[in-house]
């Protein structure tokens, strides 16, 4: 679910627009030579509302989420006009494919119904992903951003292995000095020794056997030990609030294999790809006019907003009629 709401998080591309004359009422904003009608505008409201998670969450406030719609509406056609501009396409399946990394195991029903308490859509979840994905293309189509071939995956796994290595970490408390000196020449002796000489000391500041775990996670009294530690190799200090001396127990570093962080390097590529294709994506949308109907705000910072002069409510439209904004 965190993968899939950071995508969702950076879906909507930033909108701009240039003050124009084109006024027909019938259209809700105007995206370069395309329109969103109002009835298509009142068509994926309704659409939207069918769902009865989407409709709660939008009880209450219902000009926001009109003018939500709208700007998705409208994102999705400027990423029409990007995808036209470099020649990249992505279809259904390409979307449900990423869906399912996305998703990485969980209920797709329970996510959706987040995503629907948030005012969320399942369309809407789906155009975000698009949008995404031909960010990443966009980006491979002009030689931008990270790779995802198996070649330049592994020259990145390569190039951050060192970085990747944790810790293999052992602590025993002991009673005293003398058995503190006892453990550390057994276990720089014999570093297979560990679990049988914990076992002679269990207790809460006592590990039963080495651990593996990132650097940042070695407890903050014994980082410095353990990072000028050798490897398999033992030392003693005592601890502030912990009575006796601890011996502490640092094995080889492990470094995860190319298949355990296969997915957190396709995952950086995959951003680093998104941020390159960003600004392509800004420069076709800022040769773009987008014009949006006052009667359901202005575009400010990115969204549109109410614009002060009244506002079109679609969910409460009689048949589907747009009522008129204060002062028409």
Do not use: H, K, W
């Not at 370069?32 to 509302?49: C, K």
């Not at 602590?171 to 000196?181: E, G, M, R, T």
């Amino acid at each position: 679910m965190r993968r899939l709401t950071a995508s969702l998080a950076v879906g909507l591309v930033a909108l701009a627009g240039v003050a124009g004359c084109r006024s027909d009422p019938s259209v809700a904003a105007y995206v370069g030579d395309e329109q969103v009608t109002v009835d298509e505008l009142q068509t994926a409201v309704d659409t939207r509302l069918e769902d009865p998670a989407l409709a709660q969450a939008a009880t209450g406030r219902e000009d926001e989420f009109t003018r939500l719609v709208l700007t998705r509406l409208v994102t999705a056609e400027l990423y029409d006009r990007v995808a036209q501009r470099y020649g990249v396409t992505v279809d259904d399946a390409d979307v449900l494919a990423r869906l399912d990394e996305l998703l990485a195991g969980e209920d797709p029903e329970a996510v959706y119904a987040q995503a629907a308490a948030q005012g969320v859509a399942r369309a809407d979840v789906f155009e975000t992903v698009r949008q995404q994905l031909l960010r990443q293309r966009v980006a491979e189509s002009q030689g931008l951003g990270g790779g995802l071939s198996e070649e330049e995956l592994r020259a990145a796994y390569a190039e951050q292995a060192p970085s990747l290595a944790q810790v293999r970490l052992g602590y025993v408390n002991v009673p005293d000095q003398a058995a503190a000196d006892a453990a550390v020449a057994a276990l720089n002796a014999d570093p297979g020794a560990y679990p049988a000489i914990a076992a002679q000391y269990p207790g809460q500041t006592t590990l039963p056997e080495v651990s593996t775990r990132a650097a940042g996670d070695v407890p903050a009294p014994l980082a410095e030990v353990v990072g000028n530690a050798a490897p398999n190799s033992a030392t003693s200090l005592t601890v502030p609030d912990v009575p006796g001396v601890l011996v502490v127990f640092v094995g080889e570093p492990a470094v995860p294999t190319f298949e355990e962080v296969r997915p957190d390097l396709e995952e950086a590529a995959r951003a680093d790809a998104d941020t390159a294709a960003q600004q392509l994506v800004d420069d076709v949308r800022a040769g773009i006019d987008v014009t949006v109907n006052p009667r359901y705000g202005v575009l400010e910072d990115g969204a549109i907003v109410p614009s002060g002069d009244g506002v079109v409510d679609l969910l409460e439209a009689a048949g589907g009629t747009a009522p008129a904004a204060a002062g028409d």
